[in-house]
Nanobody, 120 residues
Framework: QVQLVESGGGLVQPGGSLRLSCAAS????????MAWYCQAPGKQRELVAT???????NYARTVKGRFTISRDNAKNTVYLQMNSLKPEDTAIYYC??????????????WGQGTQVTVSS
């Protein structure tokens, strides 16, 4: 019933920018914290950034100052603006959200992932 659908990944040169989007759909009563994670080949999934429903944000040390997380509560959408991209940012990026659906218990939901490749 509840889905997270990401978009915006792709191939970009070092120093370039990308904007990821993740829209939640379905019978949603409320959304709490929304987040972006990344998983590089052979590595564990890592937290990139989080944002509360009130707009408070936190970032991993490796992306602070380069990435910006934001959200549009009216559209149930979270964004990740990625600037000054580096080859080491190459990974699959996953959206995560704490969602309370109608008639069901609150739990974490994950998107399907979107590939970001930074290469010249």
């Amino acid at each position: 019933q509840v889905q997270l659908v990401e978009s915006g990944g792709g191939l970009v040169q070092p120093g370039g920018s990308l904007r990821l989007s993740c829209a939640a759909s379905g019978s949603i009563s409320s959304i709490g914290v929304m987040a972006w994670y990344c998983q590089a080949p052979g590595k564990q999934r890592e937290l990139v950034a989080t944002i509360t429903s009130g707009g408070n944000t936190n970032y991993a040390r490796t992306v602070k100052g380069r990435f910006t997380i934001s959200r549009d509560n009216a559209k149930n959408t979270v964004y990740l603006q990625m600037n000054s991209l580096k080859p080491e940012d190459t990974a699959i990026y996953y959206c995560n959200a704490d969602i309370k659906p109608y008639y069901y218990a609150r739990r974490d939901y994950w998107g399907q992932g979107t590939q970001v490749t930074v290469s010249s």
